[in-house]
């Protein structure tokens, strides 16, 4: 994660958002006033959706975890898929 201030901010915001986007990392910026803001690549924010919506569900994030934990228990099975 990198830290800029907002000047700085705005006067490199087309680099600091292709190095951002390329490394898949956050970026904090800091206004005058000592509070800050993070900008995230849209690929991360679209992830971090995802998964607030998956988890949203309390029967689905019960499912989820347990397949995940299945998974880690080496619980798994492969199915073959059935084209229409």
């Known amino acids: 994660m990198t830290a800029y201030s907002l ?3 705005q006067e ?3 680099r600091i958002a292709e190095e951002m986007i390329e490394n898949c990392d956050e970026t904090v ?3 005058d006033s000592g509070k800050a803001f993070v900008m995230i690549p849209m690929e991360q924010y679209e992830s971090w959706k995802e998964t607030q ?3 949203s ?4 994030r ?3 975890l347990k397949s995940i934990e ?3 228990a080496g619980q798994t099975f492969q199915r ?5």
Do not use: F
């Not at 569900?57 to 689905?60: D, E, G, P």
């Not at 073959?80 to 229409?84: A, K, Q």
């Open 57 to 60: 569900s309390r029967a689905n």
């Open 12 to 14: 490199n915001l087309e």
């Open 80 to 84: 073959d898929l059935i084209e229409p």
């Open 70 to 72: 299945q998974s880690r």
């Open 53 to 55: 919506y998956l988890m």
């Open 7 to 9: 000047k700085y901010a």
């Open 29 to 31: 910026v800091t206004l």
């Open 62 to 64: 019960e499912q989820l």
